[in-house]
Every structure is written in C-alpha cells, then in structure tokens.
C-alpha cells in the first residue's frame, strides 16, 4: 500500500468543485466524502472507509459516549461524485463545517486526504487551537 503524504494548495471553484491532486489519487472503487477532525475535511477510498465501519460493529449500543461519535461521523458520510473533468463537488454544509472560502490545502494523511481551508491549516500548523465539539464526539470513537 502506498502512503499519502505531502499538502498542495488549490482553490475550490465558483461551483464547489475541487481536484484531487495526482500525487494523493486513491486507487479504489469509490470515495467518501465526511467531516473531519480540527476543522478539516476526510476523503477516504472506499477500502479505508469499509474498515472504519467495520470497526464500528465493536462499539456497543449502550456506551453513550462512543456511540454520540459514532452517529456524528456516520451522518457525515457522503459518496463522492466527479465531474467529467475529474473533479468532486464539495456540498455547501461540508464547505462551511470545514469554513472553505476559496484558497484550500489538500494533504495526505497515511491513508487518507484532508481537505483544509488554507487560514485553518495555516492557524493549525502554527499551534492555534481548532478543535471543535465534532472533535470531542469523534475521538471518543478510539479507532
């Protein structure tokens, strides 16, 4: 398996539409598109996004907790669609949880792309705190 690294910086269309840069393409089937951790956006192959689900299977229905995270990210899930020129459509509440005005950041995460508005990756980067109640919910999930 190849790893995704590196960050690229873009800018998101008139029309919400972005293009995954060549170095960060997943080699799969299908791609979602959800909410992500401190203030970005995750874009999982449809192989990582099956894994995570099936690690879901573990969390049982009585732990309030996890299963608060488990419910926010699994209302996040989108499937991704493109364009005939290769680009996805970022839908208007995914822009504006991510706060995605024009200039964007898209990095790879080991096995996954993120999808950051380039003032939050930048405020990130430089120590600034992002984190959000998405974030609380999601990591109490511990996958």
């Given at each position: 398996m190849?790893?995704?690294?590196?960050?690229?910086?873009?800018?998101?269309?008139a029309?919400?539409?972005?293009?995954?840069p060549?170095?960060?393409?997943?080699?799969?089937?299908g791609?979602y598109?959800?909410?992500?951790?401190?203030?970005?956006l995750?874009?999982?192959?449809?192989e990582?996004?099956?894994?995570?689900l099936?690690?879901f299977?573990?969390?049982k229905?009585?732990?309030?907790?996890?299963?608060?995270g488990?419910?926010?990210?699994?209302?996040?899930?989108v499937q991704?669609?493109?364009?005939g020129?290769?680009?996805?459509?970022?839908?208007?509440?995914?822009?504006?949880?991510a706060?995605?005005?024009?200039?964007?950041?898209?990095?790879?995460n080991f096995?996954h792309v993120?999808?950051?508005?380039?003032?939050i990756?930048?405020r990130?980067?430089?120590?600034?705190d992002?984190t959000?109640?998405?974030?609380?919910?999601?990591?109490?999930?511990?996958i």
């Open positions: 190849a790893y995704l690294t590196g960050s690229y910086e873009h800018q998101i269309d029309k919400n539409r972005i293009r995954i060549n170095k960060l393409k997943l080699e799969t089937d791609l598109l959800s909410k992500g951790t401190d203030g970005c995750f874009v999982f192959s449809s990582e996004m099956n894994e995570i099936a690690k299977s573990a969390i229905i009585t732990d309030k907790a996890k299963r608060q488990q419910r926010a990210f699994l209302d996040s899930i991704v669609e493109f364009d020129q290769g680009r996805m459509t970022i839908p208007k509440p995914y822009k504006e949880f706060k995605i005005d024009k200039d964007i950041v898209i990095c790879g096995t993120e999808v950051w508005a380039k003032e990756h930048t990130y980067h430089n120590g600034e992002t959000t109640e998405f974030d609380t919910v999601f990591n109490s999930l511990e």
